[in-house]
Structure formats: structure tokens, C-alpha cells
């Protein structure tokens, strides 16, 4: 089936700093990314739909400003999390959408660790 | 608006149980339904879905189907397996909207 990749798959930062995180879809084309956030026992929380060539769709009570996306090609969506504080720190999860079954991968996840 | 509730877990079993994991939707329109399982330290894989009422999907030995009329999507295996152990999660798409609407999660542990 179609792979959607996470680097890092963990990675501890401090606090003020920015982090990186890259969701790549391996072997297919996603003119759709979401990026979601997961707290431990929790479920996910959308915070955005990344469109290749055009703005991020940020879900309500996400700060876009904080939690910058660039979907720079059909295959790469970077979500960079601005100024990190230790309440930032979560599992993040990408995901793409295979066009032509329509169906939505999942990447590993990353760990953030913000201290 | 949309949601998805799922029942509470942990659930713990025997190898060989019967499992029943319990979901129910609130949803305009049709939605489609989906399984999705999360094996420990692993990403989310899609297990099952199904598009329409009375759809049935099944993987792995497990099954659910759409029932419109009691707004659920249940999953449930016959014998299940220590390589089960995950967490479960059931979604919902609505419409032609691409955003899944995610239950919270049931975490199963099977004994050997």
C-alpha cells in the first residue's frame, strides 16, 4: 500500500526554539496533507488541510501563525512549529490522500518534546 | 454537527475472545465510515471501511457494518489474536468534505 513518511521521528527542542517537521508520501502524488496533533490517550485533533500551491486551511483555535505549513510539492508538506513552548510538546501526525482510491495514509507520527 | 462516539476502553481479553467494540455517529447526509487501528509505536492504518447503509467492510478477520438505521458501525472479531493488541479508532466522513471526524479511541489488550 502507499507510504506516508515523518522526520523526525522524535525530536527534543528548547523552549523558544522552531522545529521542523516533514510528511513526505513515498510512492503516490497527495494534493492533500492534514496535519493533526495527539495527546496521550486522547483521539486526533485536525489542525490543518495543507493544499499543494495554495494556503493552509487552519481549523479553528489553531494559530497559523504558530504552527506554519508549507505544502511545497505533491509529495512534501512541512508543518514548522514556531517559538516552541512545553505545551507544545505532543505527537504530531501527518496524513495524505491517495487521489485515485481516495484514501487517507498516515505518516509514524513525531514525538516533540519541548523543554 | 458531526461526531463520532466510540465506547471506552481499555478493553482486555483473552486470546480467542469474541471482541466487540461499540461505535455510534451523529451526521448530516451519508457519511462513510471508517476503522482505523493503531498498532504500539506505529502509525494509523486504515482497517476497514464502508461508503454506504448496510455495507459491510471486513480485514483481518474483523468486520462492521453501516446500520443507518441505529447510526452505528461496530467492530467485532470472532477469535482474537495477542498481535491485536492496538488502539482502534472509529471515523466518519461527511459528505464530499475530506476531514475525518475521529472517535477517541479504544485501547485492547488481548492475554495470551
Known amino acids: 500500500g502507499a507510504v506516508v513518511s515523518q522526520h523526525p521521528s522524535r525530536v527534543i527542542c528548547k523552549s523558544g526554539t522552531s522545529v521542523k517537521i516533514e510528511c513526505r508520501s513515498l510512492d503516490f502524488q497527495a494534493t492533500t496533507m492534514f496535519w493533526y496533533r495527539q495527546f496521550p490517550k486522547q483521539s486526533l485533533m485536525l489542525m490543518a488541510t495543507s493544499n499543494e500551491g495554495s494556503k493552509a486551511t487552519y481549523e479553528q483555535g489553531v494559530e497559523k501563525d504558530k504552527f506554519l505549513i508549507n505544502h511545497a510539492s505533491l509529495t512534501l508538506s512541512t508543518l514548522t512549529v514556531t517559538s516552541a513552548h512545553p505545551e507544545d510538546s505532543s505527537f504530531y501526525i501527518c496524513s495524505a490522500i491517495e487521489k485515485t482510491t481516495d484514501t487517507q495514509y498516515f505518516g509514524p507520527g513525531t514525538r516533540l518534546t519541548v523543554l | ?112
Open chain 2, 1 to 112: 454537527g458531526d461526531s463520532v462516539t466510540q465506547m471506552e476502553g481499555p478493553v482486555t481479553l483473552s486470546e480467542e475472545a469474541f471482541l466487540t467494540i461499540n461505535c455510534t455517529y451523529t451526521a448530516t447526509g451519508y457519511p462513510s465510515l471508517f476503522w482505523y487501528v493503531q498498532y504500539p509505536g506505529e502509525g494509523l492504518q486504515l482497517l476497514l471501511k464502508a461508503t454506504k447503509a448496510d455495507d459491510k467492510g471486513s480485514n483481518k478477520g474483523f468486520e462492521a457494518t453501516y446500520r443507518k438505521e441505529t447510526t452505528s458501525f461496530h467492530l467485532e472479531k470472532g477469535s482474537v489474536q495477542v498481535s491485536d493488541s492496538a488502539v482502534y479508532f472509529c471515523a466518519l466522513r461527511a459528505g464530499n468534505n475530506r476531514k475525518l471526524i475521529w472517535g477517541l479511541g479504544t485501547s485492547l489488550a488481548v492475554n495470551p
